[in-house]
């Protein structure tokens, strides 16, 4: 039997509970708890012996029993079985014998071992037509479900569905808040560990700029003189949200000490490597860039571990070099030795460039990728200019080829240029 065109006047005991479940439904609730309010009123009411309550995922288009809690919880596809009908039409469906009827599963009755007689299935639909869920009372206690339930079912779902979705938005809203105060608590701790000011380097130009994405990532960079040489850092901790952040701001802090404490480049490297490999969970790590420049003999000293590719202008040829990681990623092991350090020798007009991903992996609408040989365009065209104007041309091409496709990641970028001899 199905839903009855008819709708019968309810009779004033059933408006009276309904009015009161509504004035509880109104009180505020976690999900859990107001799922298990609907159910209970639901069987209250009705006079049913039980119910079960599916609410519907739109990403996945099925219908997920909440209550009675099931391990695994039963899932139907929309459209399919008694529950699925009954969301996809929006009419209630009144079964006098489910084990005749050819579309009912049975899932709660296969989950616990109860046995469904008598069913009838009510969508919840909230404001604005939207899909929330199906309510299935089960095996009424005095026969079976007549047009008098059905009516009642009708007002009551009416009134628990917007129930549902309210409590479901304000657990989305709250989620989100937490979320965005997360976010904007690491962006800030990001933001702290950058250079208020660009060194002075006699006889360089140089520049630094950190571009954030929506969300919070691990990006940083460093550039700070260290006993006559430029200390140049660039990192990105892997994931979002405060851990990668604070991960990122902690290399920072152990380089910083490690050289004020007198170490070296390859000893620091190492250490504060293994140090992370210990500290940070298995699947954290921080690719990451560190160097010094000399500014009397113009070479760069560095290790790269998992950071690439590292660009080398020459302003002589006019090409671009690619320097590869040098290593695995800082933290993802411990090791023994650092390995040999790159030499990189900067002559008059040369750029070293610390690119970070969210330029070269930059997609546009058709998937493809910004990618070094636009980056290397970039340089070709306007390496002469002042170090801020040409990070500024490399974002605006990188924008302009993503056509206006948002910004998936964060860029930074950090251009350092040995300055042409006067007279060459």
Not at 169 to 180: M, Y
Request: glycine letters at 8%; charged letters at 20%.
């Amino acid at each position: 039997m199905t839903k009855s065109q008819n709708h019968p006047a309810l009779p004033p005991e059933a408006m009276a509970k309904i009015l009161e479940v509504t004035q509880q439904l109104a009180a505020p609730f976690e999900l859990i708890n107001m799922l298990a309010e609907v159910v209970n009123a639901s069987q209250s009411v009705l006079g049913a012996d039980m119910a079960a309550l599916w609410l519907y995922e739109a990403d996945s288009k099925d219908l997920v029993i909440k209550v009675p809690e099931l391990d695994p919880p039963a899932r139907v596809a929309a459209g399919d079985g008694l529950v699925g009908e009954c969301l996809m039409s929006r009419q209630i469906i009144n079964v006098a014998d489910c084990y005749a009827d050819p579309r009912f599963q049975g899932a709660v009755d296969k989950a616990t071992g109860y046995r469904t007689k008598t069913m009838l299935c009510v969508p919840l639909v909230g404001s604005g037509e939207a899909l929330v869920g199906v309510l299935q009372l089960l095996n009424k206690n005095s026969g079976e479900f007549d047009d008098g339930d059905e009516s009642i079912a009708r007002a009551l779902a009416a009134q628990c569905a917007v129930a549902l979705q309210r409590t479901q938005l304000t657990e989305e809203l709250f989620e989100k808040r937490r979320l965005d105060k997360e976010v904007n608590i690491a962006r800030e701790i990001q933001m702290s560990t950058l250079p208020t000011q660009m060194p002075v380097v006699p006889g360089y130009d140089l520049h630094g700029r950190f571009l954030p994405a929506s969300q919070t990532g691990g990006d940083m960079f460093d550039l700070v003189m260290l006993d006559g040489q430029l200390f140049m850092l660039m990192g990105d901790a892997t994931g979002h949200g405060f851990g990668p952040a604070l991960s990122a701001t902690q290399m920072q802090a152990m380089l910083r000490v490690a050289f004020r404490a007198g170490a070296d480049l390859d000893s620091a490297f190492m250490h504060v490597n293994n140090q992370l490999a210990e500290d940070l969970p298995d699947d954290r790590f921080i690719t990451a860039f560190m160097g010094f420049l000399n500014p009397d003999t113009h070479d760069v000293r560095f290790h790269s571990g998992g950071q690439g590719p590292i660009l080398h202008f020459h302003a002589e040829s006019g090409e671009c070099e690619w320097h590869k990681p040098t290593s695995y990623p800082v933290g993802v092991m411990e090791m023994d030795a650092p390995g040999k350090a790159k030499l990189l020798d900067m002559q008059p007009g040369d750029i070293l460039g610390l690119i970070s991903d969210g330029v070269f992996e930059y997609e546009n609408k058709k998937g493809q990728q910004f990618g070094e040989d636009r980056v290397a365009e970039v340089m070709r065209n306007f390496h002469n200019i002042a170090m801020a104007d040409l990070s500024q041309q490399l974002l605006d091409a990188t924008f302009a080829f993503g056509e206006e496709i948002p910004q998936a990641d964060d860029i930074t970028v950090v251009l350092l240029r040995r300055l042409p001899i006067s007279g060459m």
